[in-house]
Protein backbone atom coordinates (compact mmCIF):
# COMPACT_ATOMS: atom_id res chain seq x y z
CA UNK A 1 0.00 0.00 0.00
CA UNK A 2 1.64 3.33 -1.00
CA UNK A 3 1.23 6.51 1.35
CA UNK A 4 0.62 9.81 -0.28
CA UNK A 5 2.37 12.30 1.43
CA UNK A 6 0.61 15.65 1.12
CA UNK A 7 3.62 18.65 0.75
CA UNK A 8 2.50 21.60 2.71
CA UNK A 9 1.81 24.65 0.84
CA UNK A 10 3.56 27.51 1.72
CA UNK A 11 1.56 30.60 2.96
CA UNK A 12 2.38 33.94 1.30
CA UNK A 13 1.17 36.20 4.29
CA UNK A 14 3.86 39.29 4.69
CA UNK A 15 5.45 41.40 2.29
CA UNK A 16 8.77 43.70 2.75
CA UNK A 17 9.05 47.28 2.33
CA UNK A 18 10.97 50.06 2.12
CA UNK A 19 10.78 53.65 3.13
CA UNK A 20 12.50 56.93 2.02
CA UNK A 21 13.40 58.73 5.05
CA UNK A 22 14.35 62.32 4.90
CA UNK A 23 17.80 62.96 5.22
CA UNK A 24 17.66 65.11 8.37
CA UNK A 25 17.63 61.48 10.22
CA UNK A 26 21.37 61.30 9.64
CA UNK A 27 21.95 64.80 11.41
CA UNK A 28 19.77 64.22 14.02
CA UNK A 29 19.76 60.57 15.32
CA UNK A 30 23.42 59.80 16.60
CA UNK A 31 22.33 56.00 16.76
CA UNK A 32 21.27 55.93 12.92
CA UNK A 33 24.61 57.10 12.38
CA UNK A 34 26.19 55.24 14.61
CA UNK A 35 24.39 52.08 12.55
CA UNK A 36 25.69 53.58 8.96
CA UNK A 37 29.67 54.32 9.00
CA UNK A 38 29.79 53.93 5.58
CA UNK A 39 27.48 56.34 4.80
CA UNK A 40 28.78 59.33 2.37
CA UNK A 41 25.71 61.75 2.11
CA UNK A 42 25.37 60.50 -1.94
CA UNK A 43 22.08 57.87 -1.62
CA UNK A 44 19.36 58.44 0.55
CA UNK A 45 18.54 57.37 3.85
CA UNK A 46 16.04 54.36 4.39
CA UNK A 47 14.10 52.44 6.29
CA UNK A 48 13.32 47.97 5.39
CA UNK A 49 10.31 47.12 7.22
CA UNK A 50 8.48 43.60 6.72
CA UNK A 51 4.12 43.39 7.38
CA UNK A 52 1.60 41.04 7.14
CA UNK A 53 -0.66 43.74 6.14
CA UNK A 54 0.27 45.97 2.70
CA UNK A 55 3.22 47.81 2.50
CA UNK A 56 0.95 51.11 2.29
CA UNK A 57 -1.27 50.28 5.72
CA UNK A 58 2.42 49.73 7.46
CA UNK A 59 3.19 52.95 6.02
CA UNK A 60 0.28 54.52 7.53
CA UNK A 61 0.28 52.95 10.89
CA UNK A 62 3.87 53.98 10.91
CA UNK A 63 3.13 57.46 10.28
CA UNK A 64 0.02 58.28 12.34
CA UNK A 65 2.21 56.80 15.94
CA UNK A 66 0.09 53.34 15.53
CA UNK A 67 -1.09 51.60 18.86
CA UNK A 68 -1.92 48.25 19.20
CA UNK A 69 -4.87 46.93 21.09
CA UNK A 70 -2.82 46.52 24.06
CA UNK A 71 -1.72 49.96 23.64
CA UNK A 72 2.21 49.21 22.62
CA UNK A 73 3.34 51.41 19.91
CA UNK A 74 4.28 49.08 16.99
CA UNK A 75 5.54 52.28 14.76
CA UNK A 76 9.36 52.87 14.48
CA UNK A 77 10.18 56.49 15.74
CA UNK A 78 12.31 57.13 12.31
CA UNK A 79 9.37 56.30 10.01
CA UNK A 80 6.88 58.35 12.32
CA UNK A 81 9.23 61.42 12.05
CA UNK A 82 11.47 61.19 9.48
CA UNK A 83 9.51 59.12 6.72
CA UNK A 84 8.48 60.62 3.45
CA UNK A 85 7.29 57.54 1.03
CA UNK A 86 7.35 54.08 -0.25
CA UNK A 87 10.62 53.15 -2.28
CA UNK A 88 8.32 50.24 -4.13
CA UNK A 89 11.04 50.04 -7.02
CA UNK A 90 13.23 48.50 -4.09
CA UNK A 91 10.81 46.15 -2.62
CA UNK A 92 7.46 45.26 -4.74
CA UNK A 93 8.99 42.43 -6.91
CA UNK A 94 9.50 40.37 -3.97
CA UNK A 95 6.23 40.05 -2.35
CA UNK A 96 4.04 38.35 -1.21
CA UNK A 97 6.58 36.11 0.63
CA UNK A 98 5.99 33.32 3.92
CA UNK A 99 6.61 34.95 7.12
CA UNK A 100 10.04 32.79 7.06
CA UNK A 101 11.17 33.97 3.85
CA UNK A 102 9.97 37.82 4.99
CA UNK A 103 12.12 37.16 8.08
CA UNK A 104 15.29 36.57 5.96
CA UNK A 105 14.83 39.35 2.73
CA UNK A 106 14.15 42.04 5.71
CA UNK A 107 18.02 41.48 6.80
CA UNK A 108 19.07 40.43 3.19
CA UNK A 109 17.51 43.53 1.93
CA UNK A 110 18.89 46.19 4.58
CA UNK A 111 22.54 44.73 3.88
CA UNK A 112 22.50 44.70 0.36
CA UNK A 113 21.19 48.79 0.53
CA UNK A 114 23.77 49.47 2.89
CA UNK A 115 26.39 47.57 0.87
CA UNK A 116 24.78 49.55 -2.61
CA UNK A 117 25.90 53.28 -0.47
CA UNK A 118 22.55 54.06 1.01
CA UNK A 119 22.19 54.53 5.07
CA UNK A 120 19.51 52.01 6.51
CA UNK A 121 17.55 51.26 9.18
CA UNK A 122 15.75 47.72 9.98
CA UNK A 123 14.55 45.58 12.94
Known amino acids: MKTKIK ?3 EVLTHNVYVVE ?3 SVWTEKKKFRDANPH ?3 TLGCLYVGMTSHS ?4 FDKHKSGYRNKKGYKISSPY ?3 YGLYLRSTL ?3 FNPLSRQDATLLERNLAESLRKR ?3 VWWN
Do not use: D
Open 7 to 9: AKK
Open 21 to 23: LHK
Open 39 to 41: YRG
Open 55 to 58: PEER
Open 79 to 81: VEK
Open 91 to 93: FSH
Open 117 to 119: GYA
